[in-house]
């Protein structure tokens, strides 16, 4: 996350953290050298767009712990990264409930262009009130209906990317000095319960058009969201039986919705630390939970949930949310977070673990090699996304450590193939969008409604 401190509360104190550098292009730049280096597929970029000022009824620990703030846009920093990479991707996230999608789109399109077909979308919908306060709205908007307005932000950028322009519109022909063809150019005259949006794009087919499509929705509504519009999912889960489930019940989704189990990337975050041998590992660990803050977690957990400084340890979750009349008012993640029965000082003792994660190792390269490969037996994920304790110090030691002995196992690959983000994820000749995806049935402005020629 462009930003200090992103779920690794407090370790930006720790002597060889350079992530306050976060302000500075090099930063960057040296980052993605180094996840080039190590062969990874793309690198993450979580955002939010507000600030957590719900714990202790103010952004106060947030702002002291550097919480997701400061924070600076991720979009930007990619170019640079781009610039001095080939092959690494750049899965980037964005909301779908604050600014329209016309914007985006374009933005979408020209950092599929600059980084030649390696970006990616992780699509939200912002759990954050304090996100509701910047875009003008008095409190956030209920967590279905945030849902029900990203199915149409994505229908609007379906047409924008994929019927607004054949593949062929850009003549340059100098001769006849036309650049554009406008007979393969087109209006997409969207009009719908949230938006109006007229097109044509305006940028011309980028290289994947559609940037891979990320998402992490765990609600009902999110999985089916998912399931419907994700090339990529973040997989959640308490337990490795329960990671089992959720990749069976997305692929299982994505294939009622005629897309097929197989076109749906499952990864689980992997929470490591690792060291040449066992014991160095865990004096590591001990030294990273020593400098984690459990104030910057529960800031972290405040933002969009229940101000768990506010009540007795002995409350019971459950009778806060009634008393707060929240409970089946939505979906929210903090209303499915807490089981029945869980007070107020079991949650707090949960969420101020550093190491809370389904998985968790810390150890050998072996013991994390180990782990990798019986997760992805036992589970049916495709990959991971690798927590950062320090930058660059966890991606270095993953590199250092795990990666060698991975590719001993045949689990990593030796080189890149030269290739797009979506190429990289489902092979070969797979740039585009495949036939199956809900997006494709606007290619060649199929679908787009009568007023489409210019
Ligand atoms: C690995 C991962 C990364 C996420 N990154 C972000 C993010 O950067 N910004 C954000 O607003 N939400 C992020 N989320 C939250 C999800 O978008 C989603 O809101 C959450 O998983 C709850 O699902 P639901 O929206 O279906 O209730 C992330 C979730 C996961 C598991």
Same mark, same amino acid.
């Given at each position: ?286 030294e990273y939970k020593k400098l984690s803050s459990a104030e910057g977690y529960l800031a972290h957990a405040g933002g969009g949930g229940i101000d768990l400084a506010a009540y007795p340890k002995e ?22 977070? =807490? ?37 992805? /037996? ?30 001993? /196992?045949?689990? =990593? ?28 049935? =606007? ?12």
């Amino acid at each position: 996350m462009n930003t200090v401190g992103h779920i690794s509360h407090g370790l930006w104190v720790h002597p060889s953290n350079t992530r306050h550098r976060f302000n500075d292009l090099d930063f960057w730049i040296e980052e993605a050298k180094l996840l080039e280096e190590g062969l990874f597929d793309a690198v993450f970029l979580a955002d939010v767009i507000g600030t957590y000022d719900g714990y202790r009824g103010g952004p106060e620990t947030a702002l002291r712990e550097g919480v997701q703030i400061p924070s600076n846009d991720p979009l930007l920093v990619i170019p640079a990264m781009a610039a001095v990479t080939k092959n690494l991707g750049f899965a980037a996230t964005f909301s779908t409930t604050y600014e329209p999608p016309f914007a985006f789109a374009r933005r979408a399109s020209t950092l599929d262009h600059l980084t030649k077909g390696r970006f990616g979308w992780n699509i939200v919908t912002s759990y954050l009130p304090n996100a509701a306060r910047n875009f003008g709205l008095e409190d956030e908007v209920a967590h279905d209906d945030r849902y029900g307005i990203a199915e149409e932000y994505l229908e609007v950028l379906y047409k924008l990317w994929e019927g607004s322009w054949d593949d062929d519109a850009v003549v340059r022909d100098r001769e006849s000095r036309i650049y554009t063809d406008p007979s393969k150019v087109r209006y997409i005259n969207h009009v719908g319960a949230h938006y109006r949006v007229a097109g044509p794009h305006l940028s011309e087919p980028s290289v994947q058009r559609t940037p891979v499509l990320f998402q992490a929705g765990s609600s009902a509504r999110g999985k089916a969201f998912a399931a419907r519009h994700a090339e990529g999912v973040f997989v959640g889960g308490t337990t490795i039986e329960s990671y089992r489930t959720n990749v069976a019940d997305i692929r299982g989704l994505a294939d009622e919705n005629g897309r097929g189990r197989d076109s749906v990337k499952t990864f689980a975050s992997a929470v490591i630390v690792v060291d040449k041998d066992r014991e160095s590992a865990m004096v590591k660990a001990e030294e990273y939970k020593k400098l984690s803050s459990a104030e910057g977690y529960l800031a972290h957990a405040g933002g969009g949930g229940i101000d768990l400084a506010a009540y007795p340890k002995e409350a019971l979750i459950s009778d806060i949310l009634a008393a707060e009349n929240r409970q089946g008012r939505d979906n929210s993640p903090e209303n499915r977070r =807490y089981a029945p029965g869980v007070t107020v000082g079991d949650a707090l003792e949960t969420l101020t673990r550093f190491d809370r994660s389904a998985f968790f190792v810390a150890g050998s390269p072996t013991d994390v090699a180990d782990a990798i490969e019986g997760w992805v /037996r036992d589970t049916d994920l495709d990959g991971f996304n690798l927590r950062q304790f320090l930058t660059p110090g966890t991606a270095e030691d993953f590199i250092a450590y795990v990666i060698p002995e991975l590719q001993r /196992r045949g689990l =990593y690959r030796t080189k890149y193939e030269e290739s797009t983000l979506r190429e990289r994820l489902f092979g070969a000749g797979n740039t585009r969008l495949p036939d199956q995806h809900p997006g494709a049935r =606007y290619r060649g402005g199929a679908h787009l409604g009568d007023a489409s020629a210019i």
